[in-house]
Structure formats: C-alpha cells, structure tokens
C-alpha cells in the first residue's frame, strides 16, 4: 500500500514541497507519492482538493498534507479530509501575533507577489546577464558581481542562472580553454576583474561521470583528460589565490548560497 | 527600534526564509531587517549563531528566528538564544513519527543533496537547453516540452531558466516579431509543434511600464507599440487556439506552476 503526501498551497506550493521533502526525507525506506494541489484559492478548489485527498485515502495509507493556505476558510476545508494535516502556516502565525503584539491580516497571496516593479526588474535583467554573459561570451565583467571560473561541467552556468533568478545576483561565467590551462594564466580580458573571480572544481571521478552522461567514452571524459585539467586549473586557482569551491557534494542551491556567503556579495533580492 | 529576523538553517536557508518571508508579510506596518545564516552545521557555528542573534536581541526589538535545523543537538544550542524560536522543523517531525509509527533519522543533509547523479544531470541539461532555445535562437523545438511564445518582456526567459531549474523542463521560447505579428501567422518552423506551445501576455500598462525601465522613452515602449503588438499577439493566440496566461499579476514562480498546472507537462524533477 502507497501512501500519498499532498502539497497544498494557495500559491504554487514551492515552499510546502520543498519543506515537506525535507520532512519525509528523514524517514527511510518509505515510499511516498508526492502530489502537488497549487493555486488552491477558493471554496471550489479547496473542496476539489478534499475530493482528491479522501480519493487517495480511500485507495491506500491515510495521507499526509503539508499546507502553506493563508485564509482560514480554506484551510478549514482541507481540515475535513480524512489525512494527516501539517499546517505550516498557521503553526507560527499565533506565536507571531503573541510576540509582535498585532494581529496578522490572513491574507492570501502576498508571498510571491511582484507587487515591486523594481524587484521583478532587477530579477529579469539578472537572468538576462546571466545568459548573455554565459560560456565566456558577452564578456560583460565589468557590471558582473561575480564571474565562475573553472572546467567545462563543473556546475558554472546553472549556478549562475540560479544566483539570477534567486538573489537578482548579476554572474557571468568563463570556461578556462585549453589555452589558458596550457598557459597557467588568466585570459588577459579578465585581469582586470580578478577580485570578481570566484573558482568552482570538482572531484576527477565526479566530472568523469558528469561528462561520461554528455559524451560517452568520449576524450573529454577520460581519466586522463580530466585529472589534467583539474590539476592545471586548481594550480591556476592557487596562483591567483582565487576563492574557490569543490562542487562534488553540493546541490546548485547551495554553491549559490556558499558563493554569496563566502564572497560578501549582495544580494538584490529577497524572497 | 528594529527587529531583525533571522533564517537558520544546516542548508542554504531558502525555505526558512521563503516561509518566513510569507509570514512575516502577513503583518503589515512592521519593519523587520532579514538576516540569513545558511550552513549552521556544527557546534561552533551554532554557537557563533547565538552570539549574532543575541547581538541583534541587545541592540534592537526580541529577534525572531525561524529554524529548519534538523540536528537536535544544534537546535538546542539555537534555543538558548535570546528570540522568538519558530522551529519549521522539528515541531512537524513527532506527528509525523506518529503517523507513520516510524522514528525519523534526524539526520542534516539529506533536503537539498545531489546524490542522484541523474535528476543533477537532467537539472544542467534543462538548464542548458532553455539558454540554447532562448529568444528564437536554437530551435530544437522537436527537443522542448513546451515553447513559450508572446511579444518581448512578457516574461519568457525567465519562466524558461526557472521551469529548467525547478522541475527539469525542457522549455524553448520564441519571441514574435513584427513580420510574425503583421502575418498573423505562427512561422513556419514551429507550426510542427503548435501541441507545445504555451502563449504569454500581459496587460499594456504593465508592459509599458516594464519596456519603459529597460528603454525609457523609446517606441518600443510606447502606448501604441504595445498596445498594437499586445492586439497582434492575442489575435494570433485566439486563431490557433492556443493556451495562454496574463503575466501581469504573476511572479517568475507562478507563471512556471500555472504554465504546468494547465499545460500537464510531467516535470522531470521533484525538490
């Protein structure tokens, strides 16, 4: 018998997947199937909601329920099916409202507004950076707040476009070519930026297999090939007394949030 | 005297500060300065933790602190702190050992890990692929889950990078140009895949208004300009009958959710 865990949120329901996952990935050997209910915002779709909830209690184990609802009414429905309902909402809104003193407006909808021109803006143009600036070309280091360098694979493109999109962070990346290992050196075009720099590496047996799933027993992905530029790299880095990271272990989330920790950039968005 | 709110957390801090945000807005007219303190991952940074929040306790209004530290031992030392300690964490753990009659592993690390080379693979070919079919260029729309289509600056690139980043679609987009919008007419080369088009618009005010921050005063951000390429656009949209999404009201987040809330495009990835 499966057991269902429903993330149900007024919004899109990020937040409730993202923090429920964490929860049920601390029980092991567990299957869940997870289902996600966005946009739950009326009377209707709170009720379609418990329909979809009561089916899948009726076909397996009694399910669980991560809410992130604002509006009392809906989350009263959803109260009704018959599941484990964790409300990651309202748990803290009573503390809150003791220790601030004010009584909470249980409004829906504020969380992800783009009610802030500026803060959208600022989100668009970073991620346009972030593109244009990928992969060594644009080249536009001079309004960059960071520029990843390192190996070909080693994560620098979606950590920028993430960094864009999560803290309108503006990130170019460069990929060192042959030529600059070959040569110890950096570019001469990013001399001028070198206290924007930040160095990403990667464990030799991690890239191989990163690069094994891009071009099957391919030169780029030999052994030989990567330990060289890994090691010509990390002598660069060190040369230059780059900051730098190893990427092995980490998520794009976290080599965005290490950067941003380690290197004191701003961010210019909040969530 | 300001009251600064902390986000704490063994990992990037991202969903403390996503939930936490979300409830703190729920209390108009207060203003709260937001400090993140990711990778609370030892003693010695718990303790250091406890020294920062206390700093901010003497200096301002209590602090309030929202945790998804999963080590007990750490969150215990977080405790000590002089704020309010909101635990997003642990307070939904023992209903859900109840539930599931099984003892949670209260282990760190397991939210954000990428120890599934595949969903990390299928994370940076997505990526890849929406910077690759970005703004027309590319065009491997045989490739694409879905391609986004509307006039420039209705959102298009960003939801893409955001769809690659949070569920692994492939998604393409092509801006429609002038000769497109006069033609009323879809190109031809996407004609083949009119099953993966998912149209964008938004309303002209807005659009002015977003145009006008990147070229202010121009004819590309005239009234009339976009009122006519908004017209164009949405004939074009109702003629194929093509599925479609105002993005005035929306954030990156909920175009991307409601875009595969419509459409029923599988995401490839989970969080």
Redesign the interface.
């Known amino acids: 018998m499966s057991r269902t865990v429903f993330f149900v949120s007024d919004?899109?329901?990020?937040?409730a997947?993202?923090?429920g996952?964490?929860?049920?990935?601390?029980?092991?050997g567990?299957e869940f199937r997870?289902v996600t209910l966005?946009?739950v915002s009326s009377l209707d779709k709170a009720e379609e909601a418990v329909r979809r909830i009561n089916r899948a209690a009726s076909q397996g184990l009694?399910p669980?329920v991560f809410s992130?609802l604002?509006q009392d009414d809906l989350r009263e429905i959803l109260m009704g099916a018959n599941a484990?309902f964790?409300d990651?909402?309202s748990?803290?809104?009573g503390?809150?409202e003791r220790?601030?003193d004010?009584r909470?407006?249980?409004?829906a909808g504020?969380?992800?507004?783009?009610a802030d021109?500026a803060a959208?803006?600022t989100?668009?143009e970073a991620?346009?950076f972030s593109?244009a600036n990928?992969d060594g070309s644009g080249g536009d280091y001079a309004h960059a707040d960071v520029v990843l360098i390192g190996v070909s694979?080693v994560?620098k493109?979606?950590t920028c476009?993430?960094m864009?999109?999560?803290y309108g962070v503006f990130a170019a990346n460069y990929p060192l070519t042959e030529d600059d290992l070959e040569a110890g050196r950096l570019p001469p075009r990013l001399e001028p930026y070198r206290a924007k720099l930040f160095a990403l590496t990667i464990r030799p047996e991690r890239l191989q297999?990163?690069r094994n799933?891009r071009r099957p027993d391919s030169r780029y992905a030999s052994r030989q090939q990567v330990l060289y530029e890994l090691r010509a790299a990390e002598a660069l880095f060190s040369r230059y007394a780059l900051p730098w990271l190893d990427t092995t272990?980490?998520?794009?989330?976290?080599i965005?949030?290490?950067i941003l920790?380690t290197s004191g950039i701003e961010r210019r968005l909040?969530?």
Do not use: K
């Open positions: 919004q899109t329901g990020v937040t997947e993202t923090l996952h964490s929860l049920m990935t601390q029980f092991e567990q997870p966005p946009f009694r669980i992130t604002v484990l964790l990651l909402f748990t803290f809104v503390p809150l220790e601030l004010a909470s407006t249980h409004r504020r969380a992800h507004g783009m021109l959208y803006t989100r668009i991620t346009n593109l990928d694979r994560g493109t979606p476009v993430y864009a999109l999560q297999q990163i799933e272990e980490c998520s794009i989330e976290e965005a949030s290490r920790n909040r969530p």
